[in-house]
DNA sequence: GCAAAAGTGTTGTAGGTACACCCATGC
DNA sequence: GCATGGGTGTACCTACAACACTTTTGC
């Protein structure tokens, strides 16, 4: 028989605020199978669009959200991952800033919406495999590049910085001895501006990350660790 | 239009000898398009087998290779990649010892051959570029697990995992330093034997690797640095 | 003035790097 | 005996980890 398997592309999206923590980006979802279940943004690919191509207009259509940070996480093939078909995930990895856009649904979603990683709810096909490989990534990849910085505000205090590293370690970490390593990578710049605190403490300079130096960084594959 | 792509698998298979250095297993196509170019083994994924087992399976008829150790690499997806149809390819990435196999071509292969990663002949497709991520990943891989001993035969004197480590990195190793940090390591266990050199020289102690700890490390992603 | 959060330096230690001479074998 | 390759130890130095008190603000 000839190959009767279909290819579909799908994102897994993090994004980061100090109130909610780590979360990622899901759909529930508007048609059978598992119709009103969480997912994972995602859909087939066309016959002429690349995998790029697919993933950012899917994320789009059903979310709203366009991602500057996107690499491939991994492939999943397993026969009878979807109860139809045969489909073949290529998945992919995406950081944004959550502050960046208004979640939208859309046909093929009802409902768009941030989860924390920690409380995520039942999810459609293989996802919950997808998240715990996209998870692992994440906490991974922190500790040797600086993509951190894609998911937080264009100026943040430093303790924003630390808080991520703090929530995606499930550590704490030494406050100064994180900040001398964090400012020898030279990637970020201290401006004359200060944090505005909701409530009682000192508040604390703001910082900006240098775009060609992080460019850069992330080109050579720094290697850093926490 | 209904979406009419076929999924496919590739292996980048690695092997290393003293005499010819850190290789790469390719297969002369018997069939068009690129007849008679050299190529990396793969082929089309059937309805009813995972991803791995479709790499295995292919592998094992263009070649005669089995592999214990295979991991994905990258989906390659382009839409103009292969010019028959639409291909997306799952690539993999395979270590083995050459001096296990006997190398056999098969019908969609005229012949099947190791090459030196240094002198890569002219390859189909997109695989270059495919080879050029597998080389990428070995280089780095190297350097934070031990998978030097999936490409080693099982009972090796020290100077060939050094010659090993030379050849992936292209820089010299202090001996003294290296062997300190694999020993450190403790997955080598030195044997009573020595070996056979085929000139003058002193002979050097044999080294086996510890399995279980070996695979201990692999589990726990152990990093080092070399 | 007190609670909350940010800012800041030093010291000890472990680990990495640099480095050169002797030993066993083949011819 | 000479050429080839293998085996081995030390000293310096850098980089990381541990650690606590002061300052600014809100209330």
New interface residues.
């Given amino acids: 028989?000839e190959?009767?398997?279909?290819?579909a592309v799908d994102a897994v999206v993090f994004g980061y605020t100090s109130e909610t923590g780590v979360s990622v980006l899901l759909i529930k979802r508007n048609i059978e199978p598992y119709k009103n279940m969480w997912a994972i943004p995602g859909g087939?690919?066309?016959?002429?669009?690349?995998?790029e191509e697919a993933v950012q207009r899917e994320l789009h259509e059903e979310t709203g959200i366009n991602t500057s940070y996107l690499e491939?996480l991994?492939?999943f093939?397993?026969?009878k991952r979807d109860p139809r078909n045969?489909v073949?995930s290529?998945t992919y990895f995406a950081l944004v800033k959550p502050s960046d856009f208004q979640l939208k649904a859309s046909t093929d979603a009802i409902d768009a919406q941030w989860f924390n990683i920690k409380e995520l709810p039942t999810l459609a096909f293989d996802h919950k495999q997808i998240l715990e490989v996209a998870i692992k990534r994440l906490k991974?990849k922190i500790t040797y590049e600086p993509i951190g910085f894609e998911l937080l505000d264009e100026k943040f205090p430093f303790s924003e910085l630390e808080k991520l590293y703090t929530t995606l370690l499930d550590r704490p970490i030494d406050r100064r001895n994180f900040k001398k390593k964090i400012l020898k990578l030279n990637v970020l710049e201290e401006l004359n501006e200060k944090q505005k605190l909701k409530s009682a403490g000192r508040p604390g300079n703001l910082f900006r990350f240098k775009k060609e130096r992080y460019f850069l960084l992330r080109e050579q594959?720094i290697v850093f660790d926490i």
């Fill in positions: 028989m190959q009767d398997i279909k290819v087939l690919v066309k016959n002429d669009e690349s995998l491939q991994y492939s093939g397993t026969p045969r073949i290529v991974s594959g």
